[in-house]
C-alpha cells in the first residue's frame, strides 16, 4: 500500500488527499450521528432492544441493500469522484444526486478524471443537498396550510409519476454519445442485453424472491457487463471516441 502510494500521483496530490481527510471526518461524524441518536435515546428511556430482535427485523432489509450499496459504490464511485463521500451521507443518489452529477458535467463538459471534473461534481452534489434541505424545510413549514390541497385527488395522481419522470431522464441520457469530457461512445446499450435478459429470466423464475436476490444479481452483473463491454469493444460492436481522436482528424484535414 505504501509503495502503490508513492507510484500513484493521486496520492501526492493536495487537492484529492484533502478531498478525501475531509470526507473520512465527515464520514465518521454522520455515522457517530445516526448511529448515536437513537443508541442514546434507547438508554435513557431504558428500551434498548435485544440484538437478535434487531437481526431479526434487519435481516431481510441488509440482505437486500448491502450488496446493492456495494454494488452502487463500485458503479459510481467513479463517476461522482471525492464527492461520493456527501453523497452517501445525504442520500437520494439514483434520484437526485447520479442526474445532477450527470448533468454538470455535460454543461460544463470538463476532462474526466481530472480535478475539475472532481470540482464539478462536487458543486452539483452540494447544491442539490442544499436545495434537498431548503425544500425540506419549506415543507416542513407548509405542510398543514398545504395539507387540503396535497391531499386532493389531483396532486395524489401527480405524485406517482415523479419518481418515473426522475428515472426516464435519467435513461434518456443512456441514449446520448457524449458522455462528458469530449468523450463520445457509440453502442454502448449493447453491453446490457445480456444482464438485462438474464435479469428478466431471473424475474420470471423467482418472482417472489426476486427483491432478495437483486443486490447480488447487480454485483455478479457488474463483471459480466464488464467482460461483455470488453468484447463488443474489440469487435467494434461499440466504439469509443477521444477528445485526442478529433483533434487528430482535424489535423489531418487542415
Same mark, same amino acid.
Given at each position: 500500500?505504501?509503495k502503490?502510494k508513492?507510484l500513484?500521483p *493521486?496520492y501526492?496530490?493536495?487537492?484529492? #488527499? ?8 465527515? !464520514?465518521v $461524524? %454522520? +455515522? =457517530? ?8 435515546t434507547c438508554?435513557h428511556?431504558?428500551i ?5 430482535d ?12 448491502i450488496?446493492?450499496s ?11 469522484g471525492?464527492s461520493y ?11 437526485l ?6 448533468? *454538470?458535467?455535460?454543461?460544463?463538459n470538463? #476532462? ?8 464539478? !461534481?462536487g $458543486? %452539483? +452534489? =452540494?447544491?442539490?443537498?442544499?436545495v434537498?434541505m ?29 419518481l ?5 431522464c435519467?435513461?434518456l441520457t443512456?441514449f ?11 453502442g454502448?446499450?449493447k453491453a ?5 435478459? *438474464? ?10 424472491y ?6 447480488? $444479481?447487480m ?6 457487463i ?10 467494434g460492436?461499440?466504439k ?9 482528424a482535424?489535423?489531418e484535414?487542415k
Amino acid at each position: 500500500m505504501a509503495k502503490e502510494k508513492k507510484l500513484n500521483p *493521486a496520492y501526492q496530490n493536495p487537492y484529492y #488527499k484533502k478531498m478525501h481527510s475531509v470526507g473520512r471526518w465527515m !464520514t465518521v $461524524v %454522520a +455515522v =457517530a450521528i445516526f448511529v448515536g441518536v437513537p443508541l442514546i435515546t434507547c438508554l435513557h428511556f431504558g428500551i434498548m432492544p435485544k440484538f437478535s430482535d434487531v437481526m431479526l427485523a434487519s435481516g431481510g432489509l441488509c440482505a437486500i441493500f448491502i450488496p446493492v450499496s456495494i454494488a452502487e459504490s463500485i458503479a459510481e464511485t467513479p463517476l461522482m469522484g471525492s464527492s461520493y463521500y456527501l453523497t452517501c451521507i445525504t442520500g437520494n443518489v439514483l434520484n437526485l444526486k447520479l442526474p445532477a452529477t450527470l448533468n *454538470a458535467l455535460k454543461i460544463t463538459n470538463p #476532462k474526466q478524471g481530472t480535478e475539475a471534473a472532481d470540482a464539478v !461534481t462536487g $458543486v %452539483a +452534489v =452540494a447544491v442539490a443537498s442544499l436545495v434537498t434541505m431548503t425544500m425540506i424545510f419549506i415543507g416542513v413549514l407548509l405542510l398543514a396550510p398545504l395539507k387540503p390541497m396535497l391531499g386532493s385527488a389531483a396532486v395524489q395522481t401527480a405524485a406517482q409519476y415523479v419518481l418515473p419522470a426522475l428515472f426516464g431522464c435519467l435513461v434518456l441520457t443512456m441514449f446520448v454519445p457524449d458522455v462528458g469530457g469530449g468523450v463520445r461512445i457509440y453502442g454502448r446499450l449493447k453491453a446490457a442485453i445480456v444482464p438485462f435478459i *438474464a435479469a428478466l429470466v431471473l424475474f420470471f423464475i423467482i418472482p417472489k424472491y426476486y427483491e432478495v436476490v437483486e443486490g447480488f $444479481v447487480m454485483i455478479i452483473f457488474i463483471p459480466i457487463i464488464y467482460v461483455t463491454t470488453k468484447k463488443m469493444y474489440h469487435k467494434g460492436m461499440i466504439k469509443v471516441v477521444l477528445p485526442e481522436d478529433d483533434e487528430a482528424a482535424d489535423a489531418e484535414v487542415k
